[in-house]
């Protein structure tokens, strides 16, 4: 796999040139999605995911901010696809029977 550097010690380009943390096979962009869906600190962030040093994670922020409109853009084409995904699936067989069982609303 051949990886190019970036500006942000901890953040490489990977050959489809999608940012990751430099070491991990995490992308910046999942540990920017968990960061929002859950509000997370950096301490946080290394709690739940101790194998990144503080020092990936800061650099991985740092990245995100200074490609934000590119970043959030690629989010927003995520969120997108699993919409569009979970509306060709219809419903989940499994959520019927637990709704039928009054296990769920």
Known sequence: ???TTTE???VQLNERGIPIIAGTTMKVVELIEAQMAYGWSPE???F???YLSMSQIHSA???YW???LEIDADIERRFEYAERMRKE???S???ARLRAQGLIK
């Open 66 to 68: 200074d490609h934000k």
């Open 89 to 91: 699936a219809g419903p």
């Open 93 to 95: 067989p499994l959520a």
């Open 8 to 10: 942000h010690k901890y």
């Open 48 to 50: 739940q995911h101790p």
């Open 44 to 46: 946080e962030i290394h």
């Open 1 to 3: 796999m051949t990886f």
């Open 61 to 63: 922020l740092a990245y």
